[in-house]
């Protein structure tokens, strides 16, 4: 007979591990993962942060792991990567084959979380979320940071459910704290996010355990103070040792940047590329660069600056609009709804999970890490890599557990209907608004920038429009129409914004293509999906990918509108898309 985990207390029988369980919930899955992990592995492609940081630290760290760290460069990434690289011989390959290892101990970790709390269904789901998602497999297999990060969060969570336990005792108990306290330290050193969870909780739970009154005294207090007390003395060290080698107590330089560019309202907080843009901390740190600490300071200086010259209205705007995007991902990089839809499944499922697993003491601290990296993540940049990497594991955990628990319900098909009509409700209006909200695009009107050049009428030319839309109200005579500038340009950087500025739009336009052809004839174009833009919103773009050394001749630009559309404009300008200019003159008076 197999038995059933009550949803109040965790379930350990050895009858749980039956034979189709296995197959069906834990072997199918781990094979479609590594099916699936194919296509990354065969991938000769170095990610950015890997080739020009983490692999030269860790053949600096092979070469003279003595120099290294003693000299700040130790400081330009958290340790727990290049460490991890190094182990693997700095060697792409091994690395790409250690990640996969590692992702299919992340998925064996988290089936047996979820079978721990709620039973065969709840783990079954969980690994099979892991295998099928639309981003966690290639990201676990890519040689950076989250391969590495998405197991130490499986391992710290798998061996904190297994001493918050109340069966675990003895060697047991001091095993699984152990391992939870060491693997949180490794997560922590590796990426840094949890710093300020560590003291926070270590603090919170030695005062719930002295006094229960405070906290609900079906949870081990003291199990989890253990556990974090042992990451706060590790990580505490390793930050006083800096403190006293380099004069600063961080784990890693690099969180200024990360505040900058997360305060950037042109950007709204994201990352420049998705606007076509490359980044601009270099105007700010000048000499050095933002993973030096001279650098991080001065970015950080920068962004005091920017708090103080914005309104807080303003700031809580941005917040709660980048809570949204770290959610559910944000429309600037989004090109399917399959992307979002998942996160929905995930955050509706990993509700159910937090509800109705409330009882249980490791759901409860699972959820909290979900509310707490959402927090820390919304002052920061957003990248959708960073949003999978701080809530994926987790969402995936509660969504599994929800699930199974939801059929363990008393009134079972009321909570799955229930589920089920609220998941399909949240996914139509997530698929809505990522057709018909207008698109993210950088917000000219929220920092002055330098005016590069403006057009002429006589130097712009329109085909598929009806009428001169600097004129008047112009229809379009076909799906798409096409403006060409033909002016002397300067020279055309990375850091260049287009302009276009629209008086009047009935109608949505859909995509762009935006081309620059240079005095050498040579001809670049990229193109741009901006559903739905529409009246009262301008189109902005960076021309980064389309940039050229030589001196600008004519920049082309096709838009594809509904049809009936018409269209009023204004002028055409090239902007100096860099925010970071205007906020260093500043911070500098």
């Given at each position: 007979m197999t038995t059933v985990a009550s949803p109040t207390m965790p379930s350990d029988e050895p009858e749980n591990f039956s034979w189709p369980t296995v197959f069906w919930g834990l072997l199918l899955p781990l094979i479609v993962f590594a099916a699936r992990s194919v296509r990354t592995l065969t991938n000769n492609d170095i990610p950015f942060d890997t080739k020009y940081n983490y692999l030269p630290f860790a053949r600096q760290i092979l070469e003279n792991a003595h120099a290294f760290w003693h000299s700040e460069t130790s400081l330009r990434a958290a340790p727990g990567i290049?460490?991890?690289?190094?182990?693997?011989?700095?060697?792409?390959?091994?690395?790409?084959?250690?990640?996969l290892a590692l992702a299919l101990g992340t998925v064996v970790l988290a089936f047996r979380i979820s079978q721990r709390v709620a039973g065969n269904i709840a783990a079954g789901t969980t690994a099979w979320?892991?295998?099928?998602?639309?981003?966690?497999?290639?990201?676990?297999?890519?040689?950076?940071?989250?391969?590495?990060?998405?197991?130490?969060?499986?391992?710290?969570?798998?061996?904190?459910?297994?001493c918050l336990d109340r069966k675990t005792a003895g060697t047991g108990l001091a095993v699984a704290v152990a391992i939870a306290g060491f693997a949180l330290t490794a997560l922590t050193l590796t990426r840094a996010t949890l710093m300020y969870w560590i003291p926070a909780?270590?603090?919170?739970?030695?005062?719930?355990?002295?006094?229960?009154?405070?906290?609900?005294?079906?949870?081990p207090w003291l199990r989890i103070a253990l556990i974090h007390?042992?990451?706060?003395?590790?990580?505490?060290?390793?930050?006083?040792?800096n403190a006293n080698e380099f004069g600063k107590p961080v784990i890693a330089a690099g969180a200024g940047a990360a505040l900058y560019f997360g305060n950037l309202s042109p950007t709204h907080g994201q990352e420049p590329p998705y606007f076509g843009l490359i980044h601009d901390q270099g105007f700010i740190t000048k000499d050095t660069d933002q993973l030096t600490l001279k650098g991080d300071e001065r970015l950080k200086s920068v962004v005091n600056t920017i708090l103080t010259d914005r309104l807080f209205l303003d700031t809580a705007k941005l917040y709660f609009e980048k809570a949204g995007s770290i959610l559910f991902f944000s429309k600037s990089h989004l090109r399917t709804y399959f992307e979002r839809i998942w996160r929905i499944l995930l955050i509706v499922m990993g509700l159910a999970g937090?509800?109705?697993g409330?009882?249980?003491?490791?759901?409860?601290?699972?959820?909290?890490?979900?509310?707490?990296?959402?927090?820390?993540?919304?002052?920061?940049?957003?990248?959708?890599?960073?949003?999978?990497?701080?809530?994926?594991?987790?969402?995936?955990?509660?969504?599994?557990?929800?699930?199974?628990?939801?059929?363990?319900?008393?009134?079972?098909?009321?909570?799955?209907?229930?589920?089920?009509?609220?998941?399909?409700?949240?996914?139509?209006?997530?698929?809505?608004?990522?057709?018909?909200?207008?698109?993210?695009?950088?917000?000219?009107?929220?920092?002055?920038?330098?005016?590069?050049i403006e057009s002429s009428?006589?130097?712009?030319?329109?085909?598929?429009?009806?009428?001169?839309?600097?004129?008047?109200?112009?229809?379009?005579?076909?799906?798409?129409?096409?403006?060409?500038w033909t002016d002397n340009f300067p020279v055309i950087d990375g850091y260049t914004l287009f302009n276009l500025k629209i008086l009047k739009l009935k109608g949505e336009c859909t995509k762009a293509w935006l081309s620059l052809t240079d005095r050498l004839n040579s001809k670049r174009w990229s193109e741009i999906h901006i559903k739905s833009l529409r009246d009262g919103q301008d189109f902005n773009w960076g021309m980064a990918s389309i940039s050229s050394p030589s001196a600008g001749e004519k920049i082309e630009l096709s838009l594809q509108c509904s049809r009936g559309s018409q269209i009023r404009l204004q002028s055409a300008r090239l902007l100096e898309g860099t925010p970071g200019k205007y906020f260093l003159k500043i911070s500098e008076k």
């Open positions: 290049s460490v991890y690289m190094a182990l693997a011989g700095a060697d792409i390959t091994v690395i790409k084959m250690l990640n979320l892991m295998a099928l998602s639309p981003l966690f497999v290639n990201l676990s297999i890519l040689p950076q940071v989250e391969g590495l990060t998405f197991f130490l969060t499986t391992l710290w969570l798998w061996s904190t459910a297994w909780i270590s603090l919170f739970s030695i005062a719930a355990y002295l006094l229960p009154s405070i906290a609900g005294r079906h949870i007390c042992i990451a706060l003395a590790c990580i505490g060290a390793y930050v006083a040792r937090a509800w109705f409330r009882k249980q003491p490791i759901v409860l601290l699972v959820s909290a890490v979900v509310v707490y990296m959402l927090a820390v993540h919304i002052p920061v940049l957003y990248n959708q890599r960073y949003s999978v990497g701080a809530l994926d594991v987790e969402l995936m955990l509660l969504a599994g557990i929800g699930f199974g628990l939801i059929l363990q319900q008393r009134r079972r098909w009321y909570a799955l209907t229930t589920t089920l009509i609220l998941l399909a409700a949240s996914a139509a209006m997530g698929a809505w608004h990522q057709r018909y909200s207008q698109p993210t695009m950088f917000d000219t009107e929220s920092v002055p920038l330098s005016l590069l009428p006589d130097k712009v030319k329109f085909t598929g429009l009806g009428a001169d839309p600097f004129v008047s109200l112009a229809p379009l005579t076909d799906d798409i129409f096409k403006m060409t």
